[in-house]
């Protein structure tokens, strides 16, 4: 399966705004009733756009209301799953702890079995608590095409990170059997994590990563970005192409196009008018560089 | 390679671990916690050993330097006997729990010549560093006012405890939040030398305080307002923000954007007369592996650095977090 080229984003209708606060909280205002991010999305379509990829954010539960009541309009639709919405976790970690957490989070039917089975019993176990956490986080989508759910990047870099390649082949290899999906992982990461998939024996998988002109938020090096890019066999997602604004759209979107082997490009907006000016833009180039030998 | 060892692999534990993970110049020697769980999890799936005794870890592993990442109220005595014993130590903040505990663990690192550091991350922050070297420069002139913010939802309705939500544990907003934004005052203008009146709300914690309002001023006479609240759910994640008023000009900044307002045409380079506007994509250098944000690499490979002789232990130091304490503790005492 083929991932669409462009995909849609769904920062802006949740207060993320990698560069100022004051602009999170008017995306905040404008965007509080879910009509307004249905209606954001009825531009997005109407420009091409037929895949969303957004966190499993509460909200984007009364969003999946609205699809599947109108199966005849979304019949090409996509979602894609991020998960897990971070910052519920991380706020009750702070809050409740590690345990506390679990314990408010894993469906109460594990616990209760947990806790007859004793702590051998949990040792043996996080894998089921991680496929507990995907399905609990999953239960809004029913119904709806999720052809790829994916790993967000807080989580896949801290796996990364503590060397636990075993529990990110185990979310590719739970998505694929339960729920027919390709896994996909979101990065800041991107060369290092490849490497640890591809020891794991994960093989082409679908990477998310910040690319862009400026190297924001690209670790490790614009120049070994590029090469990845060119030398290795991966599916790549290009996001944060803009760099939080810090490059200007025209020539953010002329690097992108401009790269090898970059499947998709991720963008989120507010307006149609913003909307319909990065699909052109995307379209334009990608004539360019792909008439250009 | 500087081998490093890890008590404490909670929230932030788990954070500086994974950082520690991927520092090509840091080698993981030995990871603790008291919790079964997360030290089976990272039996089973991490490739470092792990205890559940620290004391057992010392020995066997012999770090030359550890992260203490532990509830504030053990800090004072593991980081005194981490010391005793030669190793360099990264401990999270709030420093110590009481002022006077830090005097000792200063004299101790320095007379034993040991690296000591404190995670105020926001130091390593693109934006705040520009505002300190603005500062530095006298950029808006004489400053006369400043009012540091933290606003952010952590405790969002009645819940259950943890220890941080045990004021003698080091819980509540003023040690975990509002000591960010103290520590940033003290390193941006100057350390806090009294405070006139303060406020801390209960908001919905029984025993701690969700919120921080005060009256401050500073060694070098400036003086200012703190207003922190962790019970503000229109904030997304933790947003922190200095705002600073000078004779020639204005600063406001927090860890995206910072913008200065200069009154006339005689501004630093880069600068112009009125509102300027930078963004950390354009202040922040690029990190080896990223986490949650630049910043919380960079604080650690300035610790791996220092170890190294790379660069000098000045960044975070013991004796500047000493400082927050000092303000934590004269904060509490005005209370109204």
């Known amino acids: 399966m083929k991932m669409e080229r462009i995909l849609f984003g769904d920062n802006q209708f949740f207060a993320v705004n990698h560069i100022s606060d004051e602009k999170s909280m008017a995306q905040s205002i404008r965007f509080k009733e879910d009509a307004a991010i249905i209606k954001t999305l009825d531009h997005a379509m109407e420009a091409g756009i037929q895949t969303f990829m957004c966190t499993t954010h509460d909200r984007i539960a009364n969003i999946c209301d609205v699809i599947r009541q109108q199966p005849e309009k979304y019949k090409d639709f996509k979602i894609y799953p991020c998960m897990p919405y971070a910052h519920k976790y991380a706020n009750a970690v702070t809050e409740l702890g590690i345990m506390g957490t679990i314990k408010q989070y894993v469906p109460g039917n594990f616990f209760g079995s947990l806790f007859k089975g004793g702590v051998a019993f949990l040792s043996k176990d996080f894998l089921s608590i991680m496929e507990l956490l995907i399905d609990a986080e999953m239960k809004m989508f029913k119904g709806i095409n999720t052809p790829v759910i994916f790993l967000q990047n807080v989580v896949t870099d801290l796996l990364l990170g503590l060397g636990m390649k075993d529990i990110l082949v185990a979310f590719h290899d739970y998505v694929k059997k339960k729920y027919n999906a390709e896994a996909g992982f979101i990065t800041m990461n991107m060369p290092a994590l490849l490497n640890m998939l591809e020891e794991g024996g994960v093989k082409n998988p679908i990477i998310c990563a910040s690319i862009n002109k400026v190297g924001f938020r690209m670790s490790g090096g614009k120049e070994l970005y590029e090469e990845t890019l060119r030398t290795r066999q991966f599916r790549a997602i290009a996001m944060q192409v803009l760099a939080g604004g810090a490059v200007s759209p025209k020539e953010a979107i002329e690097y992108v196009c401009g790269l090898p082997n970059i499947e998709s490009i991720l963008f989120g907006a507010s307006s149609r008018t913003n909307i319909n000016d990065t699909v052109s833009l995307i379209h334009k180039y990608d004539q360019v560089y792909t008439t250009t030998p | ?336």
């Not at chain 2, 050993?49 to 509830?71: E, G, I, N, R």
């Not at chain 2, 975990?176 to 934004?181: F, G, L, M």
Request: with cysteine; proline share 4%; aromatic share 8%.
């Open chain 2, 1 to 336: 390679m500087v081998k490093v060892g890890l008590i404490g692999a909670g929230k932030m534990g788990i954070s500086h671990l994974a950082i520690l993970g991927a520092h090509p110049d840091a080698e993981v020697v030995g990871v603790c916690d008291t919790s079964k769980m997360v030290i089976e999890a990272l039996e089973k799936y991490s490739p470092f050993p792990c205890f559940t005794d620290y004391k057992k870890m010392l020995q066997q592993s012999k770090p030359d330097a550890v992260v203490v990442a532990v509830p504030t109220k053990y800090h004072a005595s593991m980081v005194k006997e981490l010391l005793q014993m030669g190793i360099h130590v990264f401990v999270e903040k709030p420093f110590c729990l009481r002022p006077e505990e830090g005097v000792e663990l200063i004299q101790l690192a320095k007379s034993r010549n040991l690296v000591n550091q404190v995670g105020y991350h926001n130091k390593f922050v693109g934006t705040f560093e520009e505002v300190k070297r603005l500062l530095k420069a006298g950029a808006i002139g004489d400053i006369y006012h400043f009012m540091g913010q933290a606003y952010g939802p952590v405790v969002i309705k009645p819940k259950q405890d943890t220890w941080r939500s045990n004021p003698e544990e080091g819980g509540g907003c003023l040690m975990d939040y509002a000591s960010h934004v103290i520590d940033l005052i003290n390193y941006l203008l100057s350390p806090v030398q009294s405070v006139q009146s303060s406020s801390l709300k209960s908001i919905f914690s029984k025993q701690v305080d969700d919120a921080v309002y005060a009256m401050m001023s500073l060694q070098n006479g400036v003086s200012g307002i703190l207003s922190v609240n962790w019970s503000d759910e229109t904030h997304r994640k933790m947003t922190t923000s200095v705002s600073i008023n000078g004779t020639k000009g204005k600063i406001v900044s927090d860890a995206n954007e910072l913008k200065v307002y200069f009154k006339d045409a005689a501004c630093p380079a880069g600068y112009s007369r009125g509102w300027n506007v930078k963004y950390v994509t354009d202040l922040t250098a690029p990190v080896d592996y990223y986490l949650r944000g630049e910043e919380y690499s960079a604080q650690m490979d300035h610790f791996i650095k220092a170890i190294q002789g790379k660069v000098p232990n000045e960044v975070n130091s013991f004796e500047s977090a000493a400082k927050t304490d000092n303000a934590i503790a004269l904060i509490r005492k005005a209370q109204q």
